[in-house]
């Protein structure tokens, strides 16, 4: 009954010590498509877009913790330097066409976004969880802008994403930590 006891206590100290000095062990995966491409509008005004995941974590301090950046995906968009007349665009339909044949078209309420110091950008709303496979895909957006006329100038611009290869692991949490920031 002692030894067990002893082993018991043992283990358990061993744990706590090892969990001192790793802060425990993490687990994480990354599903991404990479980083901010450009393309452009007709008129060859640059955008930016990227697909930013979905992060997902829980902690057992000092014990386990899990990392992951995930689908779904919301698609991020900026106009770096859009024309000066130019006061807010408007999103119409946005169109996923992934390579494995899955189609999906939205075209829920427009999303509008204005403009602001350091161009305009949308980062969120109707375009949240919009790309829902870890597939290669090719993203149509279809808008139009509003000048300070009250003109609406219709937009249009495509971009093929490529997903990278599922990068996952274990380390040691304060690694982690370190890594992050």
């Not at 802060?23 to 991404?32: A, D, E, I």
Request: aromatic share 10%; net charge negative; proline share 6%.
């Amino acid at each position: 009954m002692k030894r067990i006891l002893g082993s018991i206590v043992s283990s358990v100290l061993v744990i706590a010590l090892l969990g001192l000095l790793t802060g425990g062990l993490t687990y994480g995966v990354n599903q991404w498509f990479g980083g901010q491409e450009d393309t452009q509008l007709e008129d060859r005004t640059p955008v930016y877009v990227w697909l930013r995941p979905t992060q997902r974590q829980w902690d057992v301090p000092l014990l386990a913790h899990y990392r992951g950046s995930l689908p779904p995906y919301t698609l991020q968009i900026w106009i770096p330097a859009p024309d000066p007349t130019w006061t807010s665009a408007v999103i119409d339909e946005v169109t996923v066409d992934y390579e494995g044949g899955t189609n999906t078209k939205r075209q829920d309420d427009a999303v509008v976004w204005q403009r602001a110091d350091g161009g305009m950008s949308l980062r969120g709303g109707p375009l949240k969880d919009l790309v829902t496979l870890h597939e290669a895909c090719t993203i149509t957006v279809k808008g139009h802008v509003l000048t300070e006329t009250g003109e609406a100038r219709s937009f249009s611009f495509s971009h093929h994403f490529i997903e990278e290869p599922v990068n996952s692991g274990f380390a040691a949490y304060w690694w982690v930590l370190a890594q992050e920031g």
